[in-house]
Each structure stands twice: as structure tokens, then as C-alpha cells.
């Protein structure tokens, strides 16, 4: 129990008021606040306020009532270049599709990346995924003409270079035609 004087600044605990002790009893403490209005408190409802950094009951009381506003929930709106960028990329790189090519001639590798592309484009087709961006490289061009040639065999496809910022000049972009 801590011992308050004439003068001491105190809080009341379960209130938001702060003042000067003005007069001491027994079992009662008067405390007058800012405006000069008497308050009277059992010692053991107000606790003396120290030097150095404080926060008032009213502080903590008001930035409570700000955090339990409820907020506006906000929705990620996405910029337009992203409305319009793909929804699946398939990395063609033979690095991305097995652990090790050691042993693996030259026509194995390119048939592992046609069929993985066939593959993919085919279940974009199923998914109703409208635009699939195939990463293949700039190499000597060999994947991208048989990509062009697979991507040509599909009537309900479109197909072009990716975008170049992004991608360079090796990526094609598939448009998947949705009400063929």
C-alpha cells in the first residue's frame, strides 16, 4: 500500500481521471483533477504517478476505443499489367525438369521438354487457365520452333512472344481461346 501526500499526482485505477491529492483521511483520499473538480477515492483505487514518461488512464482508455474500430477490410486491387499477366509458368529449362541430365542426349532432352509442355497445355485447356507463359530460353532456337510447331496444332490457341521486359526473348505466351 503506497502512502500518498498533499500534493502527490495520482491516477485512479479504474477511471480515467488524474489530479492532485487535496486532502488525506482514514479510509478516504480527495484528489482534485485539471479542472479543479473534487474526486474522492479509497487508497486502494489510485496509484501515484512518477517522473519521467507517463501515460494517462485516458490515454490508454482512447487508443483502446481507436483499435477496436472495426476497419474497412482492405482488397489488394490488382494493377492492370497484373490483371493481365499470366496465370501459369512453365520453366522449360531441362534443370527444372530433372534432377541431373548427365547421360541424356540432346534429342531425349528436347522430346522430355515437348511432352512437359504438351502436358501442361493440355491441362491448362482442362483448367480453363486462359494464359500460360512457356519459359524456354534463347539457345539456338531449336525448342521454340517445336514449340511454335505444337502450339500451331491446337486450334483453340494463340501464341506469341512473352512479354520482353520480363522475360527476354525466351518465352512464347499461350492464349487459350475459352469458347472454341
Keep these: 500500500m503506497e502512502d500518498f501526500a498533499v500534493g502527490d499526482v495520482v491516477e485512479a485505477l479504474d477511471d480515467t481521471i488524474r489530479g492532485v491529492v487535496v486532502h488525506?483521511?482514514?479510509?478516504?483520499?480527495?484528489?482534485?483533477?485539471?479542472?479543479?473538480?473534487?474526486?474522492?477515492?479509497?487508497?486502494?483505487?489510485?496509484?501515484?504517478?512518477?517522473?519521467?514518461?507517463?501515460?494517462?488512464?485516458?490515454?490508454?482508455?482512447?487508443?483502446?476505443?481507436?483499435?477496436?474500430?472495426?476497419?474497412?477490410?482492405?482488397?489488394?486491387?490488382?494493377?492492370?499489367?497484373?490483371r493481365n499477366a499470366p496465370k501459369m509458368e512453365v520453366d522449360l529449362h531441362i534443370n527444372q525438369l530433372v534432377r541431373s541430365s548427365k547421360g541424356m542426349t540432346n534429342h531425349e532432352i528436347l522430346n522430355l521438354q515437348l511432352d512437359t509442355a504438351k502436358h501442361q497445355l493440355e491441362f491448362a485447356i482442362r483448367q480453363?487457365?486462359?494464359?500460360?507463359?512457356?519459359?524456354?530460353?534463347?539457345?539456338?532456337?531449336?525448342?521454340?520452333?517445336?514449340?511454335?510447331?505444337?502450339?500451331?496444332?491446337?486450334?483453340?490457341?494463340?501464341?506469341?512472344?512473352?512479354?520482353?521486359?520480363?522475360?527476354?526473348?525466351?518465352?512464347t505466351e499461350v492464349f487459350i481461346l475459352q469458347n472454341y
Design 24 to 82: 488525506i483521511a482514514v479510509n478516504e483520499i480527495t484528489i482534485e483533477d485539471k479542472d479543479g473538480f473534487p474526486f474522492s477515492y479509497a487508497p486502494n483505487e489510485l496509484v501515484k504517478v512518477s517522473g519521467g514518461i507517463t501515460v494517462s488512464n485516458d490515454e490508454v482508455t482512447q487508443v483502446k476505443m481507436e483499435k477496436e474500430l472495426p476497419g474497412k477490410p482492405t482488397r489488394k486491387v490488382p494493377k492492370p499489367k497484373e
Design 128 to 171: 480453363r487457365i486462359q494464359k500460360v507463359v512457356f519459359i524456354h530460353g534463347v539457345g539456338e532456337g531449336v525448342l521454340r520452333e517445336e514449340l511454335n510447331y505444337l502450339f500451331g496444332r491446337y486450334g483453340n490457341v494463340k501464341y506469341y512472344d512473352a512479354d520482353y521486359k520480363k522475360y527476354g526473348l525466351g518465352a
